[in-house]
């Protein structure tokens, strides 16, 4: 089954990328109504069926429930791997993954349940982990350099933390990210709710691209100007959950919970779902507060997750699958397959809400406001920015790979974007001037984001620790700081990133 991207010509050394991706994922994004409340008695569109085979404040350290939380202990190590990514290559390829798989170990524990991890490094560089989504104490959040130092070859490094949130979350390398999780160091962690939803299987699907040259060998070409000044690193191989195929046995009437991950480097992930029904319930590990109902594609951004649950007809037939949808051409990802077992008749309802998490609500009227004016990159409009203290031009900052400045300053400055008051409500106002998507990141948080930024018409908000900006758009986002720490803000195509689309704040 093929599973090349047709971006380099199967797999060719030769990495060409084509820019009209971006008119594609505008209208995936931009397109309104793609979502709409669950509604009974409501019915999906019927697309076509594609051929061949996704209230009160508790601060993160508190643990909900019990006094003494169950804790959870976990080994990860971090060196070199052999992985048959492309099952028509002859051998497999090397990577760099946590205790030799990619991705790592799944992490799964309860709600208000406490997580260990011993990690150690056996790679021939520094590194640290990074636990994505999770609203955990600042000294576990995994930055090199702002909230650890740097594990170094042989060294080790203990996380603990409670887990306050239910959820799906994902855990990755971050230090020189860009070719640390390019190269396969990612896992997921999911967190139970105390009362799971009536699913008959919980699938996790792990969504990422590599860029393989012909012997089926990771590409070496991190960190090359082309890809940090366009959309970034994009591969020419599909992976869902490490391997090239993947296929689902499901039962006529079975209820499916499909917890898709995005962690590719930099490729937006636009998806369609077989025409069965399907609800999105959860965004970012957030419950939705009423389930979505999936009319059309669905748009992750790299380090975006979505829960959503589907139902199959009481005839599944053959040919249902999940797609990644690229220019035209219709990849399969996923097939799902008769299951060996009588079937059962599907539910006559849709899906409950998921129980909300503890996040208390920012308030209506932000206590601060602050502008992250992006610019730079390929096409764009970048004359001169500060680079560590220094005012240097766009030749001098494209000759050091750095060319993405936020308010006028490339890479981590050394004063914070905003400094916040515990328990205040900030608002940060994007305004994407460059010609490129930038999926943003907050450490620590959750922004509150406009529904219609989620693929929907609807007017409310929803909770996103990631959010994608398109090109020339302005978005205003709110958060309640209510975790103390001085926490990163950078873009999550981490090509992006390595160029300098770094920030911070500080709360408390």
Not at 6 to 23: A, D, M, V
Not at 386 to 395: A, F, H, K, S, W
Not at 451 to 475: K, N, W
Request: with cysteine; glycine share 12%; proline share 9%.
């Amino acid at each position: 089954m093929p599973r090349s991207t047709g971006r380099n010509g199967g797999h060719s050394r030769e990495i060409k990328i084509n820019p009209t991706l971006q008119g594609g994922i505008v209208t995936a994004v931009m397109r309104m109504g793609l979502l709409a409340p669950c509604t009974p008695g409501h019915s999906p569109s019927r697309r076509r069926l594609l051929a061949g085979v996704a209230a009160g404040l508790v601060l993160p350290g508190a643990a909900l429930g019990a006094a003494s939380p169950r804790v959870h202990s976990h080994i990860l190590v971090a060196g070199k791997g052999r992985q048959r990514l492309d099952p028509e290559l002859p051998d497999d390829t090397e990577t760099w993954s946590y205790n030799g798989q990619v991705p790592g170990p799944l992490i799964r524990l309860g709600q208000g349940e406490r997580l260990a991890v011993d990690f150690r490094n056996e790679l021939a560089e520094g590194s640290a982990i990074h636990w994505h989504g999770l609203r955990i104490d600042n000294a576990m959040d995994g930055v090199v350099g702002m909230t650890q130092e740097s594990v170094l070859p042989g060294e080790s490094f203990r996380y603990e933390f409670t887990v306050p949130d239910a959820g799906t979350y994902w855990y990755h390398a971050h230090q020189r990210s860009s070719e640390q999780v390019g190269r396969g160091l990612y896992g997921v962690l999911v967190v139970d709710e105390p009362e799971p939803p009536d699913v008959d299987r919980d699938v996790i699907l792990v969504l990422d691209d590599w860029r393989l040259d012909e012997t089926g060998r990771i590409h070496p070409s991190f960190g090359n100007l082309h890809d940090i000044t366009h959309e970034g690193r994009i591969g020419n191989w599909l992976t869902v959950n490490g391997r090239g195929s993947e296929t689902i046995r499901v039962g006529a009437g079975d209820r499916l919970r499909l917890r898709l991950v995005n962690t590719a480097n930099s490729l937006v992930m636009i998806l369609t779902l077989p025409p069965w029904q399907a609800w999105v319930v959860s965004l970012d590990g957030m419950p939705l507060p009423e389930p979505w109902q999936v009319r059309s594609e669905l748009v992750l951004s790299p380090g975006q997750r979505m829960d959503v649950i589907t139902d199959v007809p009481a005839e599944p037939g053959m040919d249902a699958t999940l797609d990644f949808r690229d220019r035209g051409q219709v990849i399969p990802l996923v097939g799902f397959a008769p299951a060996d077992r009588p079937g059962k008749p599907p539910r006559e309802e849709p899906p409950r809400a998921l129980p909300p998490n503890p996040v208390r609500p920012a308030a209506a009227v932000p206590d601060a406001s602050t502008p992250l004016v992006m610019r730079g990159g390929a096409m764009g409009d970048l004359d001169r920015a500060d680079y560590q203290g220094e005012m240097l031009d766009i030749r001098a900052l494209a000759r050091l790979g750095m060319v993405w400045a936020q308010n006028g300053v490339i890479d981590k400055p050394a004063a914070p974007l905003l400094s916040a008051p515990l328990g205040s409500t900030q608002e940060i106002v994007f305004e994407n001037r460059t010609a490129w998507f930038h999926g943003m990141h907050l450490h620590g948080h959750h922004f509150e984001v406009p529904g219609t930024m989620a693929g929907t018409a609807e007017s409310g908000t929803v909770l996103r620790d990631t959010v994608l900006i398109p090109p020339r758009e302005r978005l205003a986002v709110k958060f309640l700081a209510d975790n103390p720490g001085d926490w990163l803000l950078h873009c999550h195509m981490l090509e992006h990133q390595t160029g300098g689309m770094v920030t911070w704040i500080r709360v408390g």
